[in-house]
């Protein structure tokens, strides 16, 4: 609680991601409609009191379509975040704690990663791959872990000179135990940071990779595609990219608030 | 860095060439009826049934002769010609970006930190934080949406206006100025918001530090140790930072060029990766990378050549 009053940007972004969170959990009961039920007699309608948020070109719900989005954003930001950090800590234990050929080996592999603009990476995978939820999850998790490799990479490196490890060396702890309880234990939280803010790293990627078509497929809703299909109606409909739009920038916006919030909190001397 | 060059030709090729469906493939679904025997030829013609490594080997060295092979596209032109042609355009867009994150960033980040916690720090802090969660592509529609549909101040598509061909030489040039507007605002975005908070940052550090101390001894004038030598050391690292934002905006080209239907390769990438066209796929995201690497080796000389400990090898 004293972290939250003394940030009060975490906090809001902490209650952002929150209210996002449930949400997405609770989409069966809070939507009005059901999110892919095309009515004919209701297209293109503007915000009223039956649609919120207004209908789209087929008469759904956008705002039923938009908390069902949440889901998919989340689900995406959180599994693809989780396969950077499964493949990226253990690489940058490794690297820290072993150094020699073993470091330069795999910061070499993180260096050709990180050359690659991204998003062409991504786009190339996923077009042989077919478009999919699960294919845009792995592959943005695939090209993202270089960031918490490195960090975990730099944190082993000064823990690797500290007393207690030193001292479990000493008394012939293995190398497993060593760095299982002691040294990857010691870097959570710049982990916990990084992946808040990988998270967000994420879901934006995921929205411009539905918005290009070629991450989550209609009729599932997510922000990404919801803007692609209302971008062509863009000159009447407003209502169609303004509040996908909106969802995905509060939602980013949280999740970065709530991260950075946290760095400061770990690590108080850090200036920012 | 050659080792990194290597590694990139790798991995590109591997990207491509693990994942299932092939160009031949993509013909039976086009046309079910076409017989085993044209499929076979088909892999044949492209080198599909050489051992990957043996295709890895002769792409690489095409590669090295600036030989991306030919595009998979009905037109089955040279990848390089159909790269090159398309190059300038995004290389020119994204030098037009980084422009304006400097020129944009740098001074909002000095100004924050004029006051650190006042009015234009905290207001400043808080568009920061918007410009890193913007979605760039809801941006340029909500950009398309007032400048170009509501106001009709801009237009929306394309580089040129139509007819462009006809206009005298300055008229064209407003056009195209006119074109680039909304694009160039959309690609710097992030990067503004990303430069400005590391230039506060670094004017706060810089203020903080023994030598400002000891200027300030001497008696200097306070706008001459915040605006000339304060910012001078703060200026260094933006020059790195700005080298490592060239992946960003080449990726980012790819969202920009295709909602602004912008002729680069962006839209060329998009393009290919919609119709499997592996050698431009291929090509391009080897290019994207070469031109990461040159950027950041830019970066680092302009670095040496700024800083004059780096340039009399004084620095570690």
């Keep these: 609680m004293s972290f939250l009053r003394a940030h009060p940007l975490a906090a809001i972004g902490a209650l952002i991601v929150a209210l996002v969170v449930l949400v997405a959990i609770l989409a069966p009961w809070l939507a009005p409609y059901d999110p892919n039920a095309i009515d004919a007699k209701a297209v293109l309608l503007p915000p009223s009191q039956a649609h919120p948020l207004g209908t789209d070109a087929l008469g759904r719900d956008v705002l039923s379509r938009l908390i069902y989005g949440a889901r998919v954003s989340l689900l995406v930001g959180f599994v693809a975040t989780g396969v950077a950090v499964a493949l990226g800590a253990p690489l940058g234990l490794a690297a820290g704690y072993f150094g020699g050929r073993v470091d330069a080996a795999i910061m070499r592999l993180a260096d050709v990663m990180l050359s690659f603009p991204s998003l062409f990476l991504i786009l190339a995978v996923i077009a042989f791959l077919e478009p999919s939820i699960w294919n845009v999850m792995i592959v943005i998790g695939l090209t993202s872990w270089m960031g918490v490799a490195r960090l975990v990479r730099a944190e082993i490196l000064s823990l690797k000179a500290r007393e207690f490890v030193l001292a479990a060396e000493a008394l012939g702890i293995s190398t497993w135990r060593l760095m299982a309880v002691h040294l990857l234990p010691n870097a959570a939280g710049p982990l916990l940071v990084a992946t808040v803010l990988g998270v967000a790293g994420a879901v934006l990627v995921e929205s411009g990779l539905s918005f290009l078509g070629l991450g989550v497929q209609p009729p599932t809703p997510s922000w990404g595609n919801m803007l692609a299909e209302g971008k062509d109606y863009i000159a009447f409909a407003w209502w169609l990219t303004s509040f996908p739009g909106l969802a995905i920038l509060i939602t980013v916006l949280g999740l970065n608030l709530l991260g950075e919030g946290l760095r400061d909190w770990l690590d108080p001397k850090a200036k920012r | ?316």
């Design chain 2, 1 to 316: 860095m050659p080792l990194v060059l290597l590694g990139i030709t790798a991995v590109s090729f591997a990207v491509v060439h693990l994942a299932p469906g092939d160009p031949a493939a993509v013909a039976v679904q086009m046309n079910p009826r076409i017989t085993p025997e044209a499929v076979e030829k088909l892999r044949a013609y492209y080198g599909l049934d050489q051992p990957l490594w043996k295709q890895y080997l002769i792409w690489l060295d095409k590669l090295v002769h600036l030989d991306f092979g030919e595009s998979f596209a009905p037109d089955h032109r040279p990848v390089w010609d159909k790269i090159a042609e398309r190059l300038p355009i995004t290389i020119g867009i994204n030098l037009l970006a980084m422009l304006l994150i400097f020129v944009l960033g740098v001074p909002i980040g000095v100004a924050a930190a004029a006051r650190p916690q006042g009015w234009l720090d905290r207001a400043t802090t808080v568009l920061v934080f918007v410009g890193f969660a913007m979605p760039s592509f809801w941006l340029a529609l909500l950009l398309m949406q007032w400048l170009g549909v509501h106001l009709k101040l801009l237009p929306i598509s394309g580089l040129h206006a139509l007819g462009a061909a006809s206009m005298p030489a300055w008229e064209r040039a407003v056009d195209l100025a006119r074109h680039l507007v909304m694009p160039v605002l959309v690609a710097a975005v992030g990067g503004v918001a990303g430069i400005s908070r590391f230039m506060r940052t670094g004017m706060l550090e810089a203020l903080a530090a023994d030598y400002t101390r000891t200027m300030r001894a001497f008696g200097a004038p306070e706008w001459r140790v915040r605006y000339v030598y304060a910012l001078k050391n703060a200026l260094l690292p933006i020059i790195t930072i700005l080298g490592l934002s060239v992946p960003g905006l080449i990726g980012g080209s790819v969202i920009v060029e295709q909602v602004f239907s912008i002729p680069g390769m962006g839209l060329l990438f998009y393009q290919a990766v919609l119709m499997r066209d592996y050698p431009v796929v291929m090509g391009i995201t080897v290019i994207g990378a070469v031109l990461t690497l040159v950027g950041n080796l830019l970066a680092d000389l302009a670095y040496a050549w700024a800083d004059p400990r780096v340039r009399k090898g004084l620095a570690a």
